[in-house]
């Protein structure tokens, strides 16, 4: 038997690689904006981006961040082997501005009245990782 064998059968948890730059921007205090610019495959500058659109009331303008932060998000997943299912651990600390996206886009589509929207990133979030889910909400 392997030692990382997954023995409840499911696909074996997906770990984003590093990409510490945006995130060490955004830490600075660079605006989201020219983190995305700079980085436009980064979930986690549209995840922000989202975040700060939604908090200023600007709930179209943030389900059209996450959206995009989530769709960057899965391309950066299914090149790390991701299948379209399974575990995206919020412990592993790169796999946060996917989850943090996908955690906004369920938010807009509800502000918005995209209720299965909604209920599908919401249960998305869950499926993929339990502590984001509980975390972001």
Known sequence: MAIHENLLGGPPPTHLPDD???????AAGTAPADVAAKYPTSSLAWAQLADD???????????????????RGLDSLRRAGWKGH???PFEHEPNRGFLRALHAL?????????????????????????TAADTLS
Do not use: K, N, W
Not at 20 to 26: A, C, D, K
């Open 53 to 71: 659109a939604y908090a200023q009331g600007r709930v179209v303008e943030s389900y059209a961040y996450a959206r995009t932060g989530y769709h």
């Open 86 to 88: 399974g575990p995206v």
């Open 106 to 130: 369920a938010r807009a589509a509800q502000a918005i009245g995209e209720q299965a929207e909604y209920e599908r990133c919401t249960t998305f979030l869950r499926d993929s990782s339990p």
């Open 20 to 26: 510490p730059e945006p995130r060490e921007l955004l």
